[in-house]
């Protein structure tokens, strides 16, 4: 019985993993499909959050972390409708919150339980695609431009970033940044939806399409020839 308690423990991490994957899985199966069309529409997302009242901020703030840790929720639609809710600053402030405390626990997951998770979560194309970009130089200034630039994939990066060299601290600080531009548009058009100038609006949309375009193409590319003016690796 003592070996058996012995392994218990020396496993106790994969046993936990394993069962963390179990739920997310049944999380997914149970809510993605009946929630996931819900939660592309900026006002079904803000009958969802008023119906708490007075904790509607702290309900948008657990949902804000959900999108980051669950990363199949599209962020996008959460900042925007956090604008449309509570306002551009409260919004903004509110969205920084949550996916701070989002990308802290995803950070921390991968931290402790390494690279098992990462294979359990993100494809293998994802994991290469991010390792390349994270030797290009200083990881920190990586890591501001990866949030920074609309269009990369992103949605796993706070996980690779767990397994990488980039330190809890720095990664919080460039990581919500990056993230901070995006936020604030987000949350500014999500304000204006009713009644706001409608031709600064659509301005903002068309700038937002051709910026994500030019980051899904041309994403890495930016990266590099940004990396070659000046930033050398953190060990150099």
């Not at 948008?60 to 669950?70: C, D, K, N, S």
């Not at 996008?76 to 509570?86: D, K, L, P, T």
């Not at 706070?158 to 919080?172: E, Q, R």
Request: glycine letters at 10%; aromatic letters at 14%; proline letters at 3%.
């Amino acid at each position: 019985m003592k070996k058996f308690y012995d392994k218990l423990s020396k496993y106790k991490s994969y046993i936990m993993l394993i069962l963390v994957g179990i739920f997310l899985v049944f999380v997914a199966y149970q809510y993605y499909a009946k929630y996931f069309n819900t939660l592309k529409d900026p006002n079904e997302v803000k009958n969802i959050i008023m119906s708490y009242g007075s904790y509607s901020m702290l309900v948008y703030i657990g949902l804000q972390v959900l999108q980051v840790v669950a990363f199949f929720i599209p962020g996008e639609i959460i900042q925007i409708a956090g604008g449309y809710i509570f306002g551009t600053l409260w919004g903004s402030v509110l969205s920084i919150i949550g996916i701070t405390l989002g990308s802290a626990l995803a950070y921390g997951f991968s931290r402790h339980y390494g690279k098992p998770l990462i294979n359990m979560i993100i494809s293998k194309k994802d994991i290469k695609f991010f390792d390349r970009i994270l030797n290009l130089g200083n990881i920190n200034i990586i890591v501001l431009l990866l949030y920074a630039i609309p269009g990369i994939p992103k949605d796993a990066l706070a996980y690779i970033c767990g397994i990488s060299n980039i330190n809890f601290k720095d990664f919080i600080v460039f990581s919500t940044v990056g993230r901070i531009p995006g936020i604030l548009v987000s949350a500014y058009f999500g304000a204006k939806i009713n009644g706001g100038n409608r031709t600064l609006l659509i301005m903002i949309a068309i700038i937002s399409i051709v910026l994500f375009v030019v980051g899904v193409f041309k994403g890495e590319k930016i990266i590099k020839g940004f990396m070659k003016k000046g930033y050398a690796r953190d060990d150099e």
